[in-house]
């Protein structure tokens, strides 16, 4: 099935990401050098790019973003950044050893309306990560990375960049370093919810606490309704990253996240728009007008090559 185009509103929007590892393998299984390499990449893209991070959650197979993004060609460059630098930093023979790409596919990006209930439904979902798959009993347990611990705990969310270009033409001078010579920290900077901006750090932490609370308590009345327990830490850090498991639970995503019947029909009119006018432009460009107009905020189909004969020989 083709995907649907990427689509950002006009003048920017609140949008979650979601990426999952190939074939759900734990590639991204948490530990002090994963959770580095991954804050220090968000970090670095963040500050290129200008990306606002309102929630970040790494579990051993996927990670969701919130991310408020001014168009989609920002959050195209964030994500590209972010994509290939994870793949080939974790990837590395000496933490998980998976050459190529470790992504099942490329990111997806959901808009999420301005109602305070769809934002806040969205954050729930990822403040209950590691909670709510039995991994953990409480958030801040999670090895991982997980935005909820740096807004409960006051903490910084630092990472380190290591700029393998400096390291490369270091080897080439017969330079001897350490890991760390050329790591650059980086901090990926937290900001909040759109529909929450007015509150106070203070305010904010609270509505936080709350939230999470209420997670842990589901979670715990659940588990004794079960008779079961949590993984927890230890076992966790022993699982292989190439682990694949033998079935993952998947759910078809909406076209966008919103709590109202006109919210959800405002996005679609909006969408629908934006769809006619890129099918049209591609209709002209496909029948060799070269002035066919795409819609502001699109990826307009590249263009054939151009040769400098009429045809290639046989």
């Known amino acids: 099935m083709s995907r649907g185009l990427r689509f950002v509103p006009e003048g920017g929007a609140l949008m979650e990401v979601t990426l999952r590892t190939i074939q759900s393998r734990l590639l991204l299984r948490p530990g002090p050098a994963v959770n580095e390499i991954i804050l220090g990449v968000l970090g670095r893209a963040q500050r290129l790019y200008g990306v606002r991070c309102c929630s970040v959650v790494f579990l051993g197979n996927h990670f969701h973003c919130l991310l408020q993004v001014d168009d989609a060609l920002q959050l195209s460059r964030f994500m590209q950044h972010v994509d290939g630098n994870l793949s080939s930093e974790i990837g590395r023979k000496e933490l998980h050893d998976w050459p190529g790409t470790m992504w099942s596919r490329r990111y997806q990006s959901i808009v999420v309306s301005g109602e305070e209930v769809a ?126 498991p033998n079935q993952t639970k998947t759910s078809p995503a909406p076209a966008c996240h919103a709590a109202t019947k006109a919210a959800r029909e405002t996005f679609w009119e909006a969408y629908s728009a934006f769809v006619a006018a890129f099918r049209e432009a591609a209709e002209k460009l496909k029948a060799g007008d070269r002035s066919a107009r795409f819609p502001v905020g699109s990826f307009p189909p590249a263009l054939p090559f151009v040769s400098a004969y009429p045809s290639l020989p046989p």
């Open 119 to 244: 934002q806040v439904e969205r954050l729930r979902y990822h403040l209950a990560h590691g909670v709510k798959e039995g991994l953990v009993d409480q958030v801040k347990r999670w090895p991982g990375v997980h935005f909820a611990k740096s807004i409960l705990g006051g903490k910084p969310l630092k990472g380190l960049w290591f700029n393998r270009t400096a390291e490369f033409a270091a080897k080439n001078r017969g330079e001897d370093f350490g890991r760390l010579k050329y790591a650059e920290e980086e901090e990926l900077v937290l900001s909040q919810l759109p529909c929450w901006a007015d509150l106070t750090p203070e305010q904010y932490r609270e509505r936080i606490a709350e939230l999470v609370e209420e997670i842990e308590s589901e979670a715990r009345a659940d588990r004794e309704a079960r008779g079961v327990e949590p993984l927890g830490v230890e076992a966790i850090l022993r699982q292989d990253p190439h682990t694949r």
